[in-house]
Nanobody, 127 residues
Framework: QVQLVESGGGLVQAGGSLRLSCAASARTFSTYAMGWFRQAPGKEREFVAAISWSGGKTYYGDSVNGRFTINGDRAKNTVYLQMNSLKPEDTAVYYC????????????????????WGQGTQVTVPS
């Protein structure tokens, strides 16, 4: 069974940076888009960023646009999330996700548009 494995979470002071990584456990796993969502305690899961491998198009949630950058390597089924200028409100569990069915250059941004999920990695930014 294919797994998405996240790493890179941790505690960072406000204004600092972190880089999250996510890799699929199988090389033969074919994805068309990968992304990140996050969920803070007591809140709904929130879209963070995603990338469509078709053309490399990216899309960001409003709360992170301009501060976070997503990129990756389709051949390695690996995606990264560079997070800069972190704020206390960025504190959440961050989930990597992958879509294994074709969507062209469209960048999925709703959780129901993805079919594989990682276990999550905690990011904490103290206030």
């Amino acid at each position: 069974q294919v797994q998405l494995v996240e790493s890179g979470g941790g505690l960072v002071q406000a204004g600092g940076s972190l880089r999250l990584s996510c890799a699929a456990s199988a090389r033969t796993f074919s994805t068309y888009a990968m992304g990140w969502f996050r969920q803070a305690p007591g809140k709904e899961r929130e879209f963070v960023a995603a990338i469509s491998w078709s053309g490399g198009k990216t899309y960001y949630g409003d709360s992170v646009n301009g501060r976070f950058t997503i990129n990756g390597d389709r051949a390695k089924n690996t995606v990264y999330l560079q997070m800069n200028s972190l704020k206390p409100e960025d504190t959440a569990v961050y989930y990597c996700t992958a879509r294994t069915y074709y969507s062209g250059s469209y960048v999925p941004f709703q959780s129901r548009e993805y079919d594989y999920w990682g276990q999550g990695t905690q990011v904490t930014v103290p206030s």
